[in-house]
């Protein structure tokens, strides 16, 4: 990584300090409606579309909670392990932004739904224990666009548009107690803890956690302390940390920061930070005081949530599968090995590669594409591989034309190509592409003979027994029809022309 | 005087009644009021907007419907006025202050919903102190209301103008909304009926929010009898406003000039003596006496706590009302004010600018006190120990209704005051309402009707009747007898001993 003065390597600062952290994941709920009011929550309408009295905070308007999304809060406090409160109530963080429609949030304090719980991600084959603190109920703001400064930013804009589509859609805000004891193993075990967590929050279908569209925002809280003392030191929070690779990185760069900053004998400030995607560095926001207070108050508007143990109990019944329990199920149905399953898990695959497979792909050649091409991709281009625009059903579509011969490998990473250049289905990218291969014997026969006539030497040692000597033959007319054959019917016209 | 004067006489029941005997129309009796707001309001001030077009639209509306012979609500044609707090549909809603000058709403209040859909004209919306903030209206940012028994003297506040419109039969029927005493106190100052009912008895939806675990709208008439027909179609449940209560409303019609025997009515030791105007006391007496006669039994309760509502009330109104306020910003609707000498100011400096030049000296006042209660390391001193002693009182309540079936007190301790009088003494001014807020406080309903003329200003005042949550319908046994007693000793109602209004017409407005 880019050293900046001040900066001590990660591996070294750690060798001194054992970091501290916290994550405040928020996920917007994929209800049907917002929070509040009975707008669509459907992302990328036309600014202001999908806004109402309720949602634009009018004069007079009143909230009523969304059943849905209470149902969704509880059931993703019961999968990670939460007590649920059997009453609980709304409260309002009260704060002048233009982009909140009311200056108040309506939000969760001191009386969240789901509190206490825990949850056990796998980190490189070993389990890790991460607590939850709480879980709550909330709505999200709406969004502002800042026009005529540099980079989107509102530093040097000339003026500002405010879209209310987002405000009040459902979030769900799951905060961990500080996780201890990661040591050198902090950003794997932030990475790991966000990508189980979004793979949990899948399963359980209360949201598409799509990363790249915000709907799973994660702050990062961190803090160093001398290796070996038990009191905190002070923290740092990042915000709007994006991506799992962003989640690796900026810990990486705060713990490094931070590192520095200590080392060199000075006070890490409490403050929020911004982690910046194009050079994977964090800068200074706002410094937290106590000048910022919130004044909660419960939220008089609407009446206390009563989750019954009878409803409890109910939805606790719906939970799918704990992920450990299926990530077990799927090796074994798979035959894969410890290591295997560990790449596919780490990678950010295990839905990928499962959907695949049900879409009719091999469980061989589903891990396969998944891991290395399009992992591959997806780094390139710096995005998880879950964001890449392709689908498992695409993927497993492509392995079929491999499996009938209508392509093979090589042609169908120019399938990829397409597919992911937005150029249509796998079958419209062959069409179009002329990616198919050369199956016509007439035209690959002419082609052998022309590669014979051309190598009468390699020839000879076939006729000789020497069938090893093929390949040289093969690859002329792999070459000539510029990939497009079926290597293995090439092998055979070759074969029954000279034995 | 013309047959059209004889129709702004006329109780709402009245009005009705020839309503629906084909006697007249609901546009002559809307014309009627639009007439007598036309000749009277620039003395009163009681409207903010008068609708005339829209009015005599929904008049001849309703009109037609009866011709059709469709089944109407017994109020239906029968003009009202609405409380300038409730949103209305394509009508202006400026709650008394600059903030809002020229938004119109987009939607109705339910309340204002359900009025249309029975077929109420709406003549217009009625002055109010700022944001329902006062006792006077003399806080509304744009001028007082008078008081029609007396130009120099105020209407009661927030309400006084749905008051004073009742009042000088600018409209048989008006809806105030009460948040400490705003329907009651402007009913007893201005003689006329006010009720606050239970607590999410009717909806707050599009009722623009001060203290929204306080507010709650009502009837605000001329007789007891009107008040139960507008509560009865106001009332029950409304899934839009999650602290609407999910029950029929309490059978409030039925109540009505029931018999009062063995019925315990319960005098509060607190709400009373001293403090209290010596005519009103003399009239509350009185009144004791006739509800004795009718054959109720008076008991006389202590509620200790009740002596701590105004304080409390002063810590969670000013609290809530601190961040109801808060979207009112400049960004989204209403006044929006640029700050001087910025070039290209920031939102926040627009909001900040807004703010100070939109909102007057009394709502700026319990926004900082709001701001302040609410803060860290004050919340538990203050809005804490607000809940706490509202939780007293809900009990106090409590045991007071374990011993008796309703209770009562003067509404005010005195009668209406002059303009200015208390204006610069805002505790003065708060003291008002030290009758009438324990019952917002607990959640239960209230009831003011005039009782007579206080005899050192012959001013009317007022009794309240306090019931049980969700039982409403007492008010009205109570209140019902008790108008009936009252009105056999005067010969009539007390409103025909107002005087005459000049009329304003060549004065302007």
Known sequence: MTTLPGLVGFDEALETFDPVMGLEVHVELDTATKMFCGCPTGFGAEPNTQVCPVCLGLPGALPVVNGAAVQSAIRIGLALNCSIAPWCRFARKNYFYPDMPKNFQTSQYDEPIAYDGFTEVDVDGDVFRVEIERAHMEEDTGKSLHVGGATGRIHGAVHSLLDYNRAGVPLIEIVTKPIEGAGARAAQVARAYVAHLRELLLSLGVSDVRMEQGSMRCDVNLSLRPVGQQTFGTRTETKNVNSLRSVERAIRFEVSRQAGVLGAGAAIVQETRHFHEDTGETTAGRVKTDAEDYRYFPEPDLTPIEATADWVEELRATLPEAPRVRRARLQQAWGASDLEMRDIVGAGALILVEQTV???????????????????????????????????????????????????????????DGVLAGEGTPQEVVAARGLEVVSDDAALGAAVDRAIAASPDVADKIRAGKVAAAGALIGAVMKEMRGQADAGRVRELILSRLT | ??????????????????????????????????????????????????????????????????????????????????????????????????????????????????????GLPI????????????????????????????????????????????????????????????IRQPGAVTGTVGVKPTYGGVSRYGLVALASSLDQAGPVTRTVRDAALLHDLIGGHDPRDSTSIDAPVPPVLDALDGDLTGLRVGVVTELGGEGYQPGVRARFEESLELLTKAGAEIVEVSCPSFTKALAAYYLILPSEASSNLARFDAMRFGLRVGPEGVDAPSAEQVMAATRAAGFGSEVKRRIILGTYALS?????????????????????????????????????????????AKLDDPLAMYLNDVATIPANLAGVPGLSLPIGLADEDGLPSGLQVLAPAMADDRLYRVGSVLERLLEEQWGGPLLGRAPELASSTGVGR
């Open chain 2, 123 to 182: 003549l217009g919306k009625t002055n109010m102190d700022e944001f329902a903030m006062g006792s006077s209206t003399e806080h509304s940012a744009y001028g007082p209301t008078r008081n029609p028994w007396d130009l120099g003297r105020i209407p009661g506040g927030s309400g006084g103008g749905s008051a004073a419109a009742v009042a000088a039969y600018e409209a048989p029927l008006a809806i105030g909304t009460d948040t400490g005493g705003s």
């Open chain 1, 358 to 416: 049900a879409a009719g792909s091999s469980p061989q050649a589903a891990r396969k594409w998944w891991l290395s091409e399009l992992t591959r991709r997806a780094n390139e281009t710096g995005v998880d591989v879950s964001e890449l625009a392709i689908t498992p059903a695409d993927v497993a579509g492509i392995q079929a034309m491999v499996d009938a011969g209508r392509i093979n490998d090589k042609l169908a990473r120019g399938v990829f």
């Open chain 2, 1 to 118: 005087m013309s047959s059209e004067d004889d129709l702004t006489r006329l109780s709402a029941t009245e009005l009705a009644e020839r309503l629906a005997a084909g006697d007249t129309t609901s546009v002559q009796a809307t014309q009627a009021h639009l007439d007598r707001i036309a000749d009277v309001d620039g003395n009163v001030h009681a409207f903010l907007h008068v609708d005339v077009d829209g009015a005599l639209e929904q008049a001849d509306a309703v009109d037609r419907r009866r011709a059709d012979g469709e089944l109407l609500h017994p109020l239906a044609g029968v003009p009202i006025a609405v409380k300038d707090l409730l949103a209305t549909k394509g009508m202006p809603t400026t709650c008394g202050s600059r903030m809002l000058e020229g938004w119109i709403p987009p939607y109705d209040a339910t309340v204002v919903e359900r009025l249309r859909a029975a």
């Open chain 2, 376 to 420: 860290s390391g004050y919340y538990d001193a203050y809005y804490g120990s607000a809940q706490k002693v509202r939780t007293l009182i809900s009990r106090e309540f409590d045991a007071a209704f374990g011993r008796t079936d309703v209770l009562v007190s003067p509404t005010t301790p005195t009668t209406a005051f002059e303009f200015g």
